[in-house]
């Protein structure tokens, strides 16, 4: 049974790091290329964070507003992603999810799917 499990989402102040960790179970990094990371805030759409290839630890980002604040990166041998997110802004909060992708070309991912729970990130003085 594939499942995904987020956490590490804390309430921050601006200017604040966080570090969340995606743990995946029911696949290895050899069944799958790729996986993302997104966020949902209140009344927004799902939107990508990033995608990082499993096999070569390689990260892509969406978007400027996620460049050079946030950092993907995998740990095959605990079957665990991460997405750190350094200088964190009040729009940074959002809750937080991961996916398994179906393929990725370059920083999409295709067809995301076994979602996690996700995890919440707030960020305010």
């Known amino acids: 049974q594939v499942q995904l499990v987020e956490s590490g989402g804390d309430s921050v102040q601006p200017g604040g790091s966080l570090k969340l960790s995606c743990v995946y179970s029911?696949?290895?990094?050899?069944?799958?290329?790729?996986m993302g990371w997104y966020r949902q805030a209140p009344g927004k759409e799902r939107e990508e964070v990033g995608v990082?290839?499993?096999?070569?630890?390689?990260?892509?980002y969406d978007g400027d507003a996620t460049a050079g604040r946030f950092t993907i990166s995998r740990d095959n041998n605990k079957n665990t992603i991460y997405l750190e997110i350094n200088n964190l802004k009040p729009d940074d909060s959002a809750r937080y999810y991961c996916?398994?992708?179906?393929?990725?070309?370059?920083?999409?991912?295709?067809?995301?799917?076994?979602w996690g729970q996700g995890t919440q990130v707030t960020v305010s003085s």
């Open positions: 029911g696949f290895t990094f050899r069944d799958v290329g790729c």
């Open positions: 996916a398994r992708c179906h393929g990725c070309a370059v920083a999409q991912c295709f067809n995301p799917t076994n």
């Open positions: 990082i290839y499993l096999g070569n630890g390689r990260p892509y």
